[in-house]
């Protein structure tokens, strides 16, 4: 299994397995050709340091998993930096074989290496499964999040 960089060739892949659950089917928009905002965000995305769009790859190269952790440096804990881990997700024939785990695995030791003092992520309330995934992987559900959609 090999961590990497997203290349703008990957965008499709991404957004396909964004897109692929019940939740992201209503708010992505997965067609061919992907309309241009998904390559513009992407773009925004890779020059930015404080950001790193990850892909994941079998041994065969084969696209399998995606996620984005983005540093936060703030003043607050003494000019800390918070990891937040967002968009995780894995090809729908690789999900439930431990690969979500060796995921975070990475995500936590990429976010220490980059000194976050903490890894913090969002998970919407109607993905129950995952919470609990979650909180087995230690994550606690210290704060209330609060969210405010603009059309």
């Known amino acids: 299994m090999k961590f990497r960089k997203a290349t703008k060739k990957d965008v499709q892949a991404i957004v396909e397995m964004i897109a692929d659950d019940a939740l992201g089917k209503t708010r992505e928009n997965f067609q061919t050709p992907l309309p241009k ?22 041994e ?3 696209i399998i998993g995606t996620l984005q952790l983005s540093f936060i440096q703030y003043l607050t804990y003494k000019g800390g930096i918070r990891a937040q881990i967002e968009a995780v997700r ?3 024939d ?3 074989t431990g690969l ?6 990475w995500a936590i030791k990429r976010a220490k290496e980059r000194s976050a003092h903490v ?11 995952a919470i609990v995934f979650y909180e087995k992987l230690g994550f606690v559900a210290s704060h209330e999040g609060m969210k405010m959609h603009f059309s």
């Not at 979500?100 to 695995?105: C, D, L, R, V, Y």
């Not at 890894?119 to 499964?129: G, I, N, S, V, Y």
């Open 94 to 96: 690789k999900r439930g």
């Open 100 to 105: 979500g785990t060796k995921m975070f695995e």
């Open 37 to 58: 905002a998904y390559y513009n965000a992407f773009e925004n995305i890779n020059n930015d340091n404080n950001q790193e769009l990850i892909i994941v790859e079998n």
């Open 119 to 129: 890894l913090q992520l969002t998970t919407d309330k109607k993905r129950p499964e």
């Open 90 to 92: 894995i090809k729908r």
């Open 60 to 62: 065969n190269a084969e």
